[in-house]
């Protein structure tokens, strides 16, 4: 037996549906249906994605988690049965954010479709952000100023690529690189260019099919109160504007 069809079997009878029912909502036979529960035979991926769009529950969660631990009630639904995101709210229905720390950074990439480890993250209240479904991510490095390492960026869950827009910044949840925090650069076709505010860093391009999530950037929770600096590239553009206004100066003389 395995955990897909112990979760298969616990939705069938949730529903109080026979298998024969369920088969043929499937489109297959009962026979082949039940080689799916019993755990003697794989569901090739069209018929997980089937299963995933009748009980309207990810398949993420199909394979990975026992669903009948997961408060079913409390989960944010998206669309396309995309991953389902654990809500959780104070007593006054606010939705708490779950705050990603530097320690669990690592164990976010497989974590993150887990409830359990969801729950697990320290969770804080912030009402000014308004609806959304948010989460706290820790900031590394000096690639985005003035944002500074130790630094947590909270950012709104965006459902597909096509609510991303050009020129604004994303935490990227990718395969290879983990938690990234980036500008977006230009969104082209199935690839997205991402740079650092810090131009010392080459910008670089991020496949869709290697990311796994994108946060909006609402809103920072630091430490430090430095002053930001003027950025080499500001103190250029000033001395040419000053320059300009000098030469104007002078023709009008």
Same mark, same amino acid.
């Given at each position: 037996?395995?955990?897909?069809?112990?979760? *298969? !079997?616990?939705?069938?009878?949730?529903?109080?549906?026979?298998?024969?029912?369920?088969?043929?909502?499937? %489109?297959?036979?009962?026979? !082949?249906?039940?080689?799916?529960?019993?755990?003697?035979?794989?569901? =090739?991926?069209?018929?997980?994605?089937?299963?995933?769009?009748?009980?309207?529950?990810?398949?993420?969660?199909?394979?990975?988690?026992?669903? !009948?631990? $997961?408060?079913?009630?409390?989960?944010?639904?998206?669309?396309?049965?995309?991953?389902?995101?654990? #809500?959780? /709210?104070?007593?006054?229905?606010?939705?708490? *954010?779950? $705050?990603? =720390?530097?320690?669990?950074?690592?164990?976010?990439?497989?974590?993150?479709?887990?409830?359990?480890? #969801?729950?697990?993250?320290?969770? *804080?209240?912030?009402?000014?952000?308004?609806?959304?479904?948010?989460? %706290?991510?820790?900031?590394?490095? @000096?690639?985005?100023?003035?944002?500074?390492? %130790?630094?947590?960026? &909270?950012?709104?869950?965006?459902?597909?690529?096509?609510?991303? &827009?050009? %020129?604004?910044?994303?935490? +990227?949840?990718?395969? @290879?690189?983990?938690? $990234?925090?980036? !500008?977006?650069?230009?969104?082209?076709?199935? $690839?997205?260019? /991402?740079?650092?505010?810090?131009?010392?860093?080459?910008?670089?391009?991020?496949?869709?099919? @290697?990311?796994?999530? *994108?946060?909006?950037?609402?809103?920072?929770?630091?430490?430090?109160?430095?002053?930001?600096? &003027?950025?080499?590239?500001?103190? /250029?553009?000033?001395? +040419?504007?000053?320059?300009?206004?000098? #030469?104007?100066?002078?023709?009008?003389?």
């Amino acid at each position: 037996m395995s955990l897909f069809s112990d979760n *298969i !079997r616990y939705l069938r009878a949730e529903r109080k549906i026979s298998q024969e029912k369920l088969a043929e909502s499937l %489109g297959i036979t009962r026979g !082949r249906y039940v080689k799916y529960e019993d755990g003697t035979s794989e569901a =090739p991926y069209e018929i997980l994605k089937s299963i995933s769009y009748f009980y309207h529950i990810s398949i993420d969660l199909l394979l990975s988690v026992d669903v !009948r631990k $997961v408060p079913m009630d409390e989960l944010l639904k998206l669309e396309d049965n995309r991953l389902l995101l654990p #809500i959780t /709210v104070d007593k006054y229905g606010e939705s708490f *954010i779950e $705050v990603v =720390p530097h320690k669990a950074k690592a164990g976010y990439l497989t974590g993150y479709a887990d409830p359990e480890f #969801i729950e697990s993250l320290q969770h *804080i209240s912030l009402p000014f952000l308004g609806s959304g479904k948010f989460r %706290g991510f820790p900031v590394e490095g @000096d690639s985005m100023p003035p944002h500074e390492d %130790g630094s947590i960026i &909270v950012g709104r869950y965006v459902e597909n690529l096509g609510g991303v &827009v050009d %020129g604004k910044t994303y935490i +990227f949840i990718t395969k @290879d690189e983990g938690i $990234v925090y980036k !500008r977006l650069n230009k969104n082209k076709k199935n $690839v997205l260019m /991402v740079e650092s505010d810090n131009s010392f860093y080459p910008p670089y391009e991020v496949k869709a099919s @290697d990311i796994l999530e *994108i946060w909006e950037y609402k809103c920072n929770i630091g430490l430090s109160d430095r002053k930001q600096e &003027v950025s080499e590239t500001e103190s /250029v553009k000033e001395m +040419f504007l000053e320059l300009k206004r000098e #030469i104007n100066e002078l023709k009008n003389r």
